[in-house]
């Protein structure tokens, strides 16, 4: 039972479409963990790197998925039964990417809960006048609190639920519409905040003065993973996406501006936050704690903190809303075209699903502490080394090679000529043929060897 006869939805605008991709694109990977990487790994040197990540292997992936979802018109496992017929090899591509999605919302919407928590404590002042290792102390609390985590969690899939279940204009697109321009908003205070501190100049040196010693093959490896997942690749989101745009949309013009605006962003968000860390003299920590541990902290000793903290737990609330309705949406969409079902129960079935699966995460750090699932890791960490580490780069490879060799009838050529981008052709095809799928292959082999896959693979030979 499919849904083929019904019109498909489509976006009421260009501006809709971009700001709800750029919605996608633009969470808590731009926010908290950019910043960081770029940090650990030799500053402008990483981010000279991750900008020739995002230009040769991001961008060509998104066109790709975005010519996919326009040309079938379908979710991302309709799209390969329609190209290839049922029995094809590459559904996998696309079952790949809808259970990334699942697995990415249950964990993602409990890291958004963390920031909900946020928004409230900054809301009623509980940073204000607390002592810098009272404040840090908060997170340890929050994660060692399974109910806590899980009622906020809760309430963030609600309000995903909420949008999503509103359809695509009436929903995703005109919350994406509302949120994102506040989201810039925000970030333009807390942007300007911070090139105002004296910590400005500090903070530019960290992100921009290459470090080439610090830059490792393994720096490239996390640039090219990060440009992933910084741009929801690999997760069905894109392809879901794309299948709501106009025939007539300039697919190269499109993806460009999501690229720019999620690059931008991330750019924007590591300086205001290292100058303002760098202003009080606090060195930046890795991890979750730069944004749940020093970002408070240091708020709690500049003046206007209160206000700033506020705007910042906001700004990451709004960044990860934006995403993870994208993440549902691509599943929704799953079953109301293959499946037939509406979209209230649809949205329903996974918003409730994705709590239950995300009641192991939440439980990661207190009750379930002890379970290891995958190598010592514990039931969060596993989620995300499947999903990051395996499905996303595993989807991004067979969507690289499907498109650049196996798309019978240069389609795909046909998708760039009507938006009036078919002079990129040449370029964008020699990347997706052979640029693309080698550097993903790449970051697939070292990251399954990093985890320890083969070795063991090698206990069972
Ligand atoms: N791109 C988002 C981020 O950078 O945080 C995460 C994400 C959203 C990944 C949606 C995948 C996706 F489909």
Not at 11 to 40: D, E, H
Not at 204 to 211: E, K, L, V
């Amino acid at each position: 039972m499919k849904n083929i006869g019904m019109p498909r939805a489509q976006w009421a605008s260009r501006l809709g479409f971009i700001l709800a991709a750029a919605g996608s694109a633009v969470g808590l990977g731009n926010i908290w963990k950019f910043p960081y990487i770029t940090g650990n790994n030799g500053g402008g040197a990483f981010v000279l790197v991750y900008l020739g990540c995002i230009a040769i292997v991001g961008l060509p992936i998104m066109m790709a998925e975005l010519m996919i979802g326009r040309h079938t018109q379908r979710d991302a496992v309709g799209a390969f039964v329609q190209l290839e017929g049922k029995r094809s090899f590459w559904l996998s591509a696309g079952w790949v990417s809808v259970i990334a999605a699942f697995i990415i919302c249950s964990y993602y919407s409990v890291v958004a809960g963390w920031t909900l928590d946020y928004v409230y404590r900054a809301l009623i002042g509980s940073f204000s006048g607390e002592p810098a290792e009272a404040i840090e102390s908060m997170f340890g609390t929050l994660i060692a609190d399974g109910p806590r985590q899980l009622i906020w969690q809760a309430i963030f899939l609600l309000l995903c639920l909420g949008i999503v279940i509103g359809g695509v204009q009436k929903g995703i697109e005109r919350w994406s519409k509302i949120l994102m321009p506040i989201l810039f908003l925000l970030l333009g205070l807390l942007f300007i905040n911070g090139m105002l501190s004296k910590g400005a100049w500090e903070g530019f040196a960290f992100m921009f003065r290459p470090d080439f010693s610090k830059l490792s093959a393994g720096s490239v490896l996390e640039a090219l993973g990060h440009s992933f997942f910084t741009l929801s690749l690999g997760m069905a989101a894109m392809i879901t996406y794309g299948s709501y745009l106009n025939k007539t949309e300039d697919l190269l013009a499109a993806s460009l501006r999501v690229v720019i605006l999620d690059t931008l962003i991330a750019l924007m968000a590591g300086l205001a936050i290292f100058s303002v860390v760098f202003s009080v003299g606090m060195e930046p920590a890795a991890g979750p704690g730069l944004v749940f541990k020093t970002i408070p902290v240091v708020f709690s000793q500049i003046p206007g903190g209160a206000l700033l903290a506020i705007v910042f737990f906001l700004l990451l609330a709004f960044a990860a809303l934006t995403s993870n309705i994208s993440l549902l949406e691509a599943q929704v969409a799953y079953f109301i075209d293959e499946r037939g079902w509406s979209r209230k129960k649809a949205t329903v079935f996974l918003a409730g699903l994705a709590f239950v699966v995300g009641i192991p995460t939440a439980l990661s750090y207190n009750t379930l502490a002890d379970w290891e699932v995958i190598g010592e890791r514990n039931f969060f960490d596993s989620a995300d080394l499947i999903a990051s580490n395996y499905l996303l780069p595993i989807a991004g490879l067979l969507i690289a090679l499907y498109v650049g060799w196996f798309w019978s009838g240069s389609k795909e050529k046909e998708e760039l000529v009507a938006g009036g981008s078919g002079w990129v052709y040449p370029t964008w095809h020699f990347l997706i043929r052979y640029v693309s799928p080698l550097a993903v292959a790449v970051v697939l082999y070292f990251k399954a060897k990093e985890s320890g896959l083969f070795t063991w693979l090698g206990g069972w030979f």
